[in-house]
């Protein structure tokens, strides 16, 4: 069974996200060994953090990040200059990893200030979620359920319409 990881930062702290991320990672188990692995967003003492502040924020976040990959997995990181994938070009990634014979995929969702360059680096896929701006939080529940609807559409169900 084909491992999916999603490492995320921070936490999901409202109540209604984390339902429905739970919900999917319920279904995803029919389908893939998934876990979510959630990391401390680098804290900044300052609102107005200068971007010497920042860098060195996502450079800790982004030490964690590749700390945390499975080895041998695909890195697909998640961010602005990404390729906007439907859900079935996400199928298709899915479907040419588990049959690759080395299966395992990671996605990674950045903390509010993006991801750390060495992690775009290192990414084999770099994606993105459209052109809108949403909040962390909802970004994890979205991207967990067009994993799960990937997953359904591999497997031929009607669940994608």
Same mark, same amino acid.
């Given at each position: 069974?084909?491992?999916?990881? #999603?490492?995320? #930062? ?10 429905? %991320? ?5 279904? #995803? ?13 680098? $804290? ?15 450079? =800790? ?5 590749? $700390? ?11 961010? %602005? ?26 996605? %990674? ?18 994606? $993105? ?28 169900? =009607?669940?994608?319409?």
């Amino acid at each position: 069974m084909q491992n999916i990881d #999603l490492i995320c #930062l921070g936490k999901l702290n409202a109540p209604y996200f984390a339902a429905g %991320v739970a919900e999917y990672q319920k279904r #995803l188990s029919a389908f893939c060994n998934f876990r979510i692995i959630e990391l401390p967003e680098a $804290s900044l003492a300052d609102k107005n953090a200068s971007e010497a502040q920042i860098e060195k924020a996502l450079q =800790k976040e982004g030490k964690a990040i590749l $700390s945390n990959l499975r080895k041998g997995s695909y890195l697909a990181a998640l961010c %602005v200059e990404g390729k906007q994938f439907s859900s079935e070009e996400l199928a298709a990634l899915l479907a040419q990893r588990a049959n690759s014979g080395a299966g395992d995929i990671t996605f %990674v969702i950045g903390s509010s200030h993006g991801l750390a360059p060495e992690v775009k680096q290192a990414a084999q896929a770099k994606l $993105s979620m459209g052109r809108i701006t949403m909040p962390h939080q909802l970004a994890r529940l979205v991207l967990t359920e067009q994993i799960y609807r990937a997953c359904t559409i591999n497997a031929g169900m =009607k669940y994608h319409k």
